[in-house]
T-cell receptor, first 114, second 116 residues
Framework: ETGVTQTPRHLVMGMTNKKSLKCEQH?????MYWYKQSAKKPLELMFV???????ENNSVPSRFSPECPNSSHLFLHLHTLQPEDSALYLC?????????????FGPGTRLTVT | AQSVTQPDIHITVSEGASLELRCNYS??????LFWYVQSPGQGLQLLLK??????LVQGIKGFEAEFKRSQSSFNLRKPSVHWSDAAEYFC??????????????FGEGTQLTVNP
């Protein structure tokens, strides 16, 4: 019971489709994150949002488009993906402040690009 | 730049045996250290964290970890493993970023198999 939910849990999409992943946190946090988890690779931080403002984009291809309408919701819009984009996409949230706070993760969306 | 190394990709232990998962980090200042666990098809769950103070940290599910600055290590231990502990374990080092939340760098993970 992490307090971070993600939908859908599984998604299969073709390379020409457009889809969106949704994340919602119920923890009162102000920072939200998107990670990509591929087999045999460490978690890759994709985007960071701080009070709805994007503060980090780790050279993510433009076919991934994040949106953060408020501190509780985070979306990842997908279009014209490639098969190598198949992975588990994890959303996380944390507090913000003068120190460092642990991140809480959602269950992830398993994405398969065909 | 910070980095984390988990030397063991896969560990197998018998149920009831003790467990130690290794983690070495590289970070220029006092590190913020974490252990997370991931069950199949699930997200990451925080087991424990070290920010400062006592170098032996207690976590959930009977896990503990010891921070050793001289060895740049933060190994995870459990005295008696249960079959339900089978999962993948990730060590992470964190850097506070006042305007950007917290940046965590994860190791590649250690897959734990528990034999009956």
């Amino acid at each position: 019971e992490t307090g971070v939910t993600q939908t859908p849990r599984h998604l299969v999409m073709g390379m020409t489709n457009k889809k969106s992943l949704k994340c919602e946190q119920h923890l009162g946090h102000n920072a939200m994150y998107w990670y990509k988890q591929s087999a045999k690779k460490p978690l890759e931080l994709m985007f960071v949002y701080n009070f709805k403002e994007q503060t980090e984009n780790n050279s993510v291809p433009s076919r991934f488009s994040p949106e953060c309408p408020n501190s509780s919701h985070l979306f990842l819009h997908l279009h014209t993906l490639q098969p190598e984009d198949s992975a588990l996409y994890l959303c996380a949230s944390s507090r913000l402040g003068g120190g460092l706070y642990e991140q809480y993760f959602g269950p992830g969306t398993r994405l398969t690009v065909t | 730049a910070q980095s984390v190394t988990q030397p063991d990709i896969h560990i197998t232990v018998s149920e009831g045996a003790s467990l130690e998962l290794r983690c070495n980090y590289s970070y220029g200042a006092t590190p913020y250290l974490f252990w997370y666990v991931q069950s199949p098809g699930q997200g990451l769950q925080l087991l424990l964290k070290y920010f400062s103070g006592d170098t032996l940290v207690q976590g959930i599910k009977g896990f503990e970890a010891e921070f050793k600055r001289s060895q740049s290590s933060f190994n995870l231990r459990k005295p008696s493993v249960h079959w339900s502990d089978a999962a993948e374990y990730f060590c992470a080092v964190g850097a506070p970023m006042e305007t950007s939340g917290s940046r965590l760098t994860f190791g590649e993970g250690t897959q734990l198999t528990v034999n009956p």
